[in-house]
C-alpha cells in the first residue's frame, strides 16, 4: 500500500529564504508525483507534476524534483514570500491503485 | 472560467439525515473524485469515476454512494449522515482515470453532523 509522508508538518521562515519541503513515497511504482498549494479554507491549486520519467520541473521561483529509486521529491521555493504561506501537499499517482495518494502536508508560514 | 463548482459551500447537517454534495465540471474531463479532508488524516479518496456510466470505490466509501449519468455532474451522497462524516468534501476531476494527467479540485464542501 502506498503512503505518502511529508516533513516537516510546519515550518515557519523570514522572508527571502529558500526552502525546501520534503515528501517520501513507499512505493516507487508511480506515474507521477504532483505538488499542490491550499490556501487556509480553500481547495488545492496545482504547482508542478513530474512524470515518472522526468527528474525535475521548474514554475517560476518553484523547483520540484524526484528521485523514484530513494523514494523521494523535494520541492524548493526560492526567495520566499508572505504570498508563499500556506499547505503545501504531495501526491503520488501509484500504479498499484492507479489514484493519487496524498501527503499529510507541510503548512509553510514566511513572515515579513 | 473553466473549472469545478461545488455545492453547498457548508452545511450544517442533523445526524441521520440525507444529504447530497454536487460537483460539476466543465472541462469535458472523463474522470472525477470525491475526497474528504481531516486534520491530521490528509486527503482519502471515497469514490471515484472514471467515465460516464462507471464507478469505483476509495479508501473509505463506507456510508457514502456515487452515481455518473453524465460527463459533467459526480454527486455525492450520504444516505443517513453520522458524526463521523463531519470532514471538508472535495470533487477533482483530470482528463482520464488512468495514467499520466494532473488533477483539478474545487473549492470544497464543509460538512457538520451534529
Known amino acids: 500500500k502506498q503512503e505518502v509522508t511529508q516533513i516537516p508538518a510546519a515550518l515557519s521562515v523570514p522572508e527571502g529564504e529558500n526552502l525546501v519541503l520534503n515528501c517520501s513515497f513507499t512505493?516507487?511504482?508511480?506515474?507521477?508525483l504532483q505538488w499542490f498549494r491550499q490556501d487556509p479554507g480553500k481547495g488545492l491549486t496545482s504547482l508542478l507534476l513530474i512524470q515518472s520519467s522526468q527528474r525535475e520541473q521548474t514554475s517560476g521561483r518553484l523547483n520540484a524534483s524526484l528521485d523514484k529509486s530513494s523514494g523521494r521529491s523535494t520541492l524548493y521555493i526560492a526567495a520566499s514570500q508572505p504570498g508563499d504561506s500556506a499547505t503545501y501537499l504531495c501526491?503520488?499517482?501509484?500504479?498499484?491503485?492507479?489514484?493519487?495518494?496524498f501527503g499529510t502536508g507541510t503548512r509553510l508560514q514566511v513572515f515579513p | 472560467i473553466a473549472g469545478i463548482t461545488q455545492a453547498p459551500t457548508s452545511q450544517i447537517l442533523a445526524a441521520g439525515r440525507r444529504m447530497t454534495l454536487r460537483c460539476t465540471q466543465d472541462m469535458r474531463h472523463n474522470a472525477m473524485y470525491w475526497y474528504r479532508q481531516d486534520l491530521g488524516l490528509g486527503l482519502r479518496l471515497i469514490h471515484y469515476s472514471n467515465t460516464a456510466g462507471t464507478t469505483g470505490k476509495g479508501e473509505v466509501p463506507d456510508g457514502y454512494s456515487v452515481s455518473r449519468a453524465n460527463t459533467d455532474d459526480f454527486p455525492l451522497t450520504l444516505a443517513s449522515a453520522v458524526p463521523s462524516q463531519t470532514s471538508v468534501y472535495f470533487c477533482?476531476?483530470?482528463?482520464?482515470?488512468?495514467?499520466?494527467?494532473?488533477?483539478?479540485f474545487g473549492s470544497g464542501t464543509r460538512l457538520t453532523v451534529v
Open positions: 477533482a476531476s483530470s482528463p482520464q482515470g488512468t495514467g499520466n494527467y494532473g488533477y483539478t
Open positions: 501526491a503520488a499517482g501509484t500504479y498499484n491503485t492507479d489514484k493519487l495518494i
Open positions: 512505493d516507487s511504482a508511480i506515474y507521477n
